[in-house]
């Protein structure tokens, strides 16, 4: 029941424009960077690991924000254009819905995936690193979309509505996502340290560097950076049960 | 008035003169009078430090100086060399010690470059001759064919849209 | 097909507001069901209640022999118009069905959407997408998706809210002609004259509350009212 669900929102997406414009905003966020990184007279002259590394930040941090931003409207467009009470008059389970949205959102990231793997081609050519490069994004960035959108998921359902659902989202993203910009001396202390390793993104451009600056290409030389992003994910999880059970329990009428 | 003041002048003078006792120490530069290189690349500057006096001098630091010509301002050397300065520490009477920078030529233009020497208790740094750094241009467009995706990415995805929204149209039959 | 719909002492609560205060009903299987009751009353929250899409927080509810907590079962036996009338405005009228129709597991969905289109007039329109539609055209389709699966229960809350009067008339035959084919129908409408028009029995609730049940005869006996709306303002006026 669930592919029905997927399959509309994703209709939903080409049809109502909203997809195809973030696409677009996508591609021309990744021409911008990867012209930009090759270009530029003092940047290009990196290291070609190094671009690939700030390449993939960006893909990744540019993929969160999409899949942020729309993964936000699944659930509460439908209380906010009251076509939720259809739905659940409608034999589909409340996990069914659940399921379809998380796809749809999911989909959004392939889609943005698969328009980020020329520049990824491009910029990697030479380097030995097209790979790893390219393998590692999609694992990082799939399991970062996945969490993420098991916690805006979880929060329409708390909020039923889209600028509520926005804001919040959009808040937890950018606090996780603003250690990352600090620089290296900041993340010394212990604190820090520990803050760093509890943060998905942190994980998740730390795991980068490994694959791309340090050569570690091997799963096994990255599981320290993929369970903080797993755990992350269980949590986000856990969260939505939660908020689903909230639901199921006040029903489609808010008090 | 003027007259008043000399006394005073001349103990200032004096005491100037004895404190700012230049370091027994040359500083030359021997890589070639003028250097060039593309954007990008690495370049090395060899010098050496000389200590031409009798006794050992301690805690000497040397440090390479770069000043953008064009700009007409000094350079700040991050991500141009790993080590901007070198402690030598202490250099006995008679002794050379040689130096090296290894130099990232990050931007184009051109560049003086000098070797500046310290040491605890001198006033006076000593610096060497001005070397000629030239850093010529990198032509870095479309490296690694980036352009033709970085291009033709975004007017695929218009032209496809495009495609979509007429067949759309087609399929929604008008009211 | 007795007592389809029942509900024993049902009760929910919006923070301190009571919207359903221990109602008690019972629909008999074929009946065409009225219910009234004031703005406010707890109509809405009864059939959201009735329809499983709100859990009561206290009493129960079996619609077909089933509780209503089966959703599975129910959401097969059941249709609805609810109160909340939103379209995916970019899907075309046939796309709409279609997607409900999937749903529903509905095997030749072609056919199916096809014949529903016809049956509420939409037939001519079911290609144009339906943010193009009026607001009579979207209850038609509403209703069209509340037949989706040839529900034995229909419940309709406000099912004519917008239509002109041929709209209202087409409305009416084609409720009329599924109650005559065994469709239990649950009527929810503030068009006194509807209801004393098409439904069996009717019930007015007030506050929550079940004010009156019974056949428009009985009502007018118990009341000493001819009218429907004098029936209604001698139940609802505290």
Redesign the interface.
């Known amino acids: 029941m669930y592919r029905f669900i997927w399959l509309k929102d994703l209709k939903a997406a080409v049809h109502t424009w909203k997809g195809l414009v973030w696409l677009l905003v996508t591609a021309l966020i990744f021409s911008a960077a990867s012209y930009l990184f090759l270009t530029n007279r003092e940047l290009s002259l990196l290291d070609q690991t190094e671009m690939l590394w700030l390449l993939g930040k960006v893909i990744i941090g540019a993929a969160l924000l999409v899949t942020v931003i729309d993964a936000s409207s699944l659930i509460t467009a439908e209380f906010e254009n009251e076509t939720i009470e259809s739905l659940l008059l409608s034999p589909l389970s409340l996990g069914g819905l659940v399921l379809g949205k998380l796809l749809a959102a999911l989909t959004t990231w392939l889609v943005v995936y698969a328009a980020a793997a020329p520049y990824m081609v491009v910029t990697a050519a030479g380097s030995r690193l097209t790979g790893a490069f390219l393998v590692y994004v999609g694992l990082f960035g799939t399991l970062a979309v996945l969490g993420f959108t098991l916690l805006v998921l979880a929060v329409s359902f708390f909020y039923r509505s889209l600028r509520n659902t926005l804001t919040t989202s959009l808040v937890i993203l950018l606090a996780l996502a603003l250690p990352a910009l600090f620089s290296p001396v900041l993340k010394t202390s212990t604190l820090a340290r520990i803050a760093g390793v509890a943060n998905p993104l942190d994980s998740i451009f730390a795991g980068l560097d490994n694959v791309l600056v340090d050569y570690h290409t091997g799963l096994a030389a990255n599981l320290g950076f993929l369970v903080p992003v797993l755990v992350f994910c269980v949590l986000a999880l856990g969260f939505l049960m939660l908020s689903v059970r909230a639901f199921q329990r006040r029903g489609i009428a808010k008090d | 008035m003027r007259r008043n003041l000399l006394p005073l002048v001349l103990v200032a003078g004096i005491l100037y003169a004895q404190a700012s006792t230049p370091l027994p120490l040359v500083v030359s530069i021997r890589s070639e009078r003028a250097l060039s290189g593309v954007a990008g690349e690495y370049i090395t500057l060899e010098a050496e430090v000389v200590n031409v006096g009798t006794q050992p001098i301690n805690s000497v630091t040397t440090y390479l100086s770069l000043v953008d010509v064009g700009a007409r301002m000094p350079v700040d050397l991050e991500d141009w060399s790993a080590e901007k300065g070198l402690f030598i520490g202490t250099i006995t009477a008679g002794e050379t010690l040689p130096l090296v920078w290894k130099v990232h030529l990050i931007r184009s233009g051109d560049y003086t470059a000098s070797v500046v020497a310290e040491a605890d208790g001198a006033d006076l740094p000593v610096v060497s001759r001005v070397t000629y750094l030239k850093a010529l241009p990198k032509r870095n467009l479309n490296p690694g064919n980036v352009l033709p995706v970085a291009l033709g990415e975004p007017i695929l995805l218009v032209f496809g849209f495009l495609l979509l929204r007429f067949w759309r149209t087609r399929k929604l039959r008008p009211d | 097909m007795a007592g389809v719909i029942s509900a024993r002492a049902i009760s929910k609560s919006?923070?301190d507001r009571k919207a359903v205060d221990g109602l008690d009903l019972a629909v008999e299987g074929g009946a065409f069901f009225g219910f009234l009751g004031p703005n406010g009353a707890g109509k809405t929250?009864t059939i959201?209640m009735l329809?499983?899409?709100?859990?009561p927080d206290s009493g129960t509810i079996t619609i077909d022999g089933h509780d209503s907590r089966d959703?599975?079962h129910i959401?097969?036996v059941?249709g609805?118009v609810?109160e909340?009338?939103?379209?995916?405005d970019?899907?075309?009228g046939e796309e709409y069905l279609d997607?409900?129709a999937?749903?529903?597991?509905i095997g030749d969905r072609a056919r199916a959407v096809r014949q529903l289109l016809a049956d509420v007039g939409l037939a001519d329109?079911g290609?144009?997408?339906i943010g193009?539609y009026s607001r009579g055209m979207k209850q038609r389709l509403g209703l069209a998706?509340a037949l989706v699966n040839s529900p034995r229960v229909l419940f309709l809350d406000e099912p004519t809210l917008g239509l002109d009067p041929q709209g209202q008339e087409d409305v009416q035959q084609l409720l009329k002609r599924l109650n005559e084919g065994g469709v239990t129908v649950f009527y929810s409408s503030h068009l006194l004259h509807e209801v004393a028009h098409l439904c069996s029995v009717i019930a007015v609730i007030n506050r929550g509350r079940l004010a009156a049940v019974g056949t428009l005869a009985e009502l007018q006996r118990q009341t000493d009212s001819e009218d429907l709306r004098d029936i209604f303002m001698a139940l609802t006026n505290d």
């Not at chain 3, 909340?84 to 995916?88: A, D, E, I, K, P």
């Open positions: 919006y923070g929250t959201r329809t499983g899409v709100l859990r959703r599975q959401a097969s059941i609805v609810p909340s009338r939103g379209f995916y970019w899907m075309s997607f409900f999937a749903l529903y597991r329109r290609g144009t997408a193009t998706r």
